[in-house]
């Protein structure tokens, strides 16, 4: 791989946003990072360029069978005064896997890491400050031959956006009302749950659309055949506190293996409270909301941070948790992991990564 990324600087800067007043997601910077592939050269001629449209054949593959993916993480400013990333190795890894998926060529995860650090370190001046506020990175593949069959591309482009931002929800660290689904499903035991693939959240839209209309967030996602088993929730993972034991549905290849997930996890440990990756039912959640021993329940995700769910609603039913406040494990999670993605607090776990 050529390590050697090739810089075009804008000549028309933006106006940066306040940083007060960011939602997610909705302003970029001033450049992104391109490479393209083909089989002749593999991922080659990897540039920094104005953030601007891209051109498209309309035959492009990407267009008509969705066959990209994508990925998230964050840039902090931290209480150091310097710019943090937290574990970007694991996104990467986390797209290989979804390379593999989708028949997509596989990433030099050294060189994407280094690829998102240096277009970090150019944007620098648009990592926002203000409390709660990070640079959202967006890398992305797309697949790019103009070909209507339906075939694996040969040639794909990959891509990374910033995006400075505030909380993901309007509602900031206030607990979210969730909708139990089941009626629609996300995933199947083969199919590609675990993959950060573009048409896992083209096909969630419509459960996320009535339940939105209903006054819910999000959806809570339950398996495709029994309509069973939690899996997770529309952008983050899910974890409920049932007396006393912090429980979370085990990775089985239908629910996205999240990076978030795995620190909570981590840290749970690290506080020793107990914590169990296994099947959950929704009969057995439900039973412990209506005996009272249902304490706290939370989702997890970059974007998302630590949500805590204040209410569920399942069969029309409604489920409050913790009085829909926030629980002292969420804000303790809360607290620990954003101590440690702003260096306000130490880092036992070697996660956080300076853009040096
Ligand atoms: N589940 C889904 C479907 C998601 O889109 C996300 C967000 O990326 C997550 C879970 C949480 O993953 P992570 O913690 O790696 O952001
Ligand atoms: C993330 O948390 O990074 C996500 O990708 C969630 C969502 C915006 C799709």
Redesign the pocket.
Same mark, same amino acid.
């Given at each position: 791989m050529n390590y050697n990324i090739k810089i075009e600087k804008t000549t028309n800067p933006k106006v940066k946003p306040d940083d007060s007043k960011l939602s997610f997601g909705k302003t970029f910077t001033d450049h992104m990072f391109v490479m393209d592939y083909n089989p002749e050269k593999g991922w080659h001629d990897p540039r920094i360029v104005p953030y601007g449209p891209l051109s498209l054949d309309p035959s492009t593959c990407v267009l008509h069978y969705g066959q990209g993916i994508f990925e #998230?993480l964050k840039a902090y400013y931290t209480a150091k005064g310097d710019i943090a990333l937290f574990r970007p190795r694991k996104n990467i890894e986390r797209m290989n896997n979804s390379c593999e998926r989708m028949c997509i060529p596989k990433l030099d995860e050294d060189f994407i890491v280094e690829a998102i650090k240096t277009l970090v370190r150019l944007e620098k001046d648009w990592v926002p400050k203000a409390p709660g506020t990070s640079l959202y990175i967006r890398p992305f593949i797309i697949a790019t031959d103009p070909f209507l069959g339906v075939h694996p591309s040969h040639t794909y482009k990959f891509l990374i956006i910033l995006a400075p931002s505030g909380a993901y929800y309007p509602g900031g660290i206030n607990p979210v009302k969730i909708y139990v689904e089941d009626k629609y499903v996300r995933a199947a035991q083969g199919g590609t749950g675990y993959a950060k693939t573009m048409a896992n959240?083209a096909i969630s839209l419509k459960a996320q659309e009535e339940a939105e209309k209903k006054g819910y967030v999000q959806v809570l996602w339950l398996d495709g055949i029994k309509r069973k088993y939690v899996e997770e929730v529309g952008?983050m993972n899910v974890f409920f506190k049932v007396n006393g034991e912090v429980i979370t549905p085990a990775l089985n290849g239908t629910i996205l293996p999240g990076i978030t997930r795995d620190s909570v996890i981590a840290m749970l440990k690290h506080m020793n409270i107990p914590v169990s990756e296994r099947l959950i039912t929704i009969d057995e959640l439900v039973h412990a909301a209506e005996e009272g021993t249902m304490e706290e329940a939370f989702g997890t #995700?970059?974007?998302?941070v630590i949500s805590p769910i204040g209410e569920l609603n399942y069969k029309d039913k409604i489920y409050t948790i913790n009085n829909g406040s926030i629980g002292p494990i969420s804000q303790k999670l809360y607290d620990s992991l954003t101590g440690i993605q702003y260096r306000k607090i130490e880092d036992p776990f070697g996660w956080v990564v300076p853009v040096e």
């Open positions: #998230g959240y952008a #995700g970059t974007a998302a």
